[in-house]
T-cell receptor, first 115, second 114 residues
Framework: KAGVTQTPRYLIKTRGQQVTLSCSPI?????VSWYQQTPGQGLQFLFE???????NKGNFPGRFSGRQFSNSRSEMNVSTLELGDSALYLC??????????????FGEGSWLTVV | AQTVTQSQPEMSVQEAETVTLSCTYD???????LFWYKQPPSRQMILVIR??????QNATENRFSVNFQKAAKSFSLKISDSQLGDTAMYFC???????????FGTGTSLTVIP
């Protein structure tokens, strides 16, 4: 069974631009969550989607948005990029949500550099 | 507020020796799960082990085991017979009972020395 797939793996953007990252979950997984990892802030939760609905959202500005499609694939978008958005963006998928104990499985991440 | 604390930023261990990584957490819930994830240089997060708070028995996965102290809210990871491939960042994680929003500690960078 294929793992969580994230594209693109690496990208460089200019301040003020926008970026879209894609995540394909493990087959059969309906929950997709996104995390931002930076040296200064560590791993921070961005948002979670389940059945095309956003379930939870972390403490990030409205420039960060996401969506989920009927096949459970998810995209996240960051508009008006800032230098501080440079980070590793990790996508994780899980079979379900709402119950403690769901294990989340991560993709390899998308490295975003904003210059 | 849910928090996860890892007080050891860096650790090292000789190959074949045993090392213990510490983690404490804060929660008001009675039943919950705790996780350890490993992030090698490739940066992909890999599940190491998980523990259900309701179970008194400590979880074990091959060379990895936990020491779960519910009253003390402590959840340490023991790695036995350390191997070079164990070199990685290790994150302790706690998801409240509301979904898949995990809270991660700041991580412990483990180096296995040959």
């Amino acid at each position: 069974k294929a793992g969580v797939t994230q594209t693109p793996r690496y990208l460089i953007k200019t301040r003020g631009q926008q970026v879209t990252l894609s995540c394909s979950p493990i087959s059969g997984h309906r929950s997709v969550s996104w995390y931002q990892q930076t040296p200064g802030q560590g791993l921070q939760f961005l948002f979670e989607y389940f059945s095309e609905t956003q379930r939870n959202k972390g403490n990030f500005p409205g420039r960060f948005s996401g969506r989920q499609f009927s096949n459970s694939r998810s995209e996240m978008n960051v508009s008006t990029l800032e230098l501080g958005d440079s980070a590793l963006y990790l996508c994780a998928s899980s079979v379900g949500t709402g119950l403690s104990g769901n294990t989340i499985y991560f993709g390899e991440g998308s490295w975003l550099t904003v210059v | 507020a849910q928090t996860v604390t890892q007080s050891q930023p860096e650790m090292s261990v000789q190959e074949a020796e045993t090392v213990t990584l510490s983690c404490t957490y804060d929660t008001s819930e009675n039943n919950y799960y705790l996780f350890w994830y490993k992030q090698p240089p490739s940066r992909q997060m890999i599940l190491v082990i998980r523990q259900e708070a309701y179970k008194q028995q400590n979880a074990t996965e091959n060379r990895f085991s936990v020491n779960f102290q519910k009253a003390a809210k402590s959840f340490s990871l023991k790695i036995s017979d350390s191997q070079l491939g164990d070199t990685a960042m290790y994150f302790c994680a706690y998801p409240p009972n509301t979904g898949n929003q995990f809270y991660f500690g700041t991580g412990t960078s483990l180096t296995v020395i040959p």
